[in-house]
């Protein structure tokens, strides 16, 4: 990472949906260490949100938070491998 990148990452106040089926909820934050998720929930200790060269804090308030959401849809396949009785794209 350059020098000007944080590597922690903090998203706070923002309404969680943890993809467990669960209700959404209010949650203190979101915390991200590279690019891995340290902690949901109360922020560690250690970390001090007043440094701005420790980490980069995100006030989410009034926004909806979902750690680790990805692009569910896609075509894997689409066209390829070719099958008998089947369009393919061009």
């Known amino acids: 990472m350059g020098s000007n990148t944080h590597r922690t990452l903090i998203i706070k106040n923002g309404t969680l949906i943890d993809g467990t089926g669960r209700p959404e909820s209010a949650n203190d934050a979101v915390v991200v260490e590279g690019n891995r998720i340290r902690s949901v929930g109360p922020i560690p200790p250690d970390i001090n949100l007043d440094d701005p060269n420790g980490a980069q804090v995100i006030d989410a308030q009034g926004k909806w938070v979902m750690p680790g959401l ?8 689409f066209g390829a491998p070719k099958m008998p009785d089947i369009p393919s794209a061009k």
Request: glycine share 12%.
């Open 70 to 77: 990805i692009d569910g849809h896609c075509h894997l396949s």
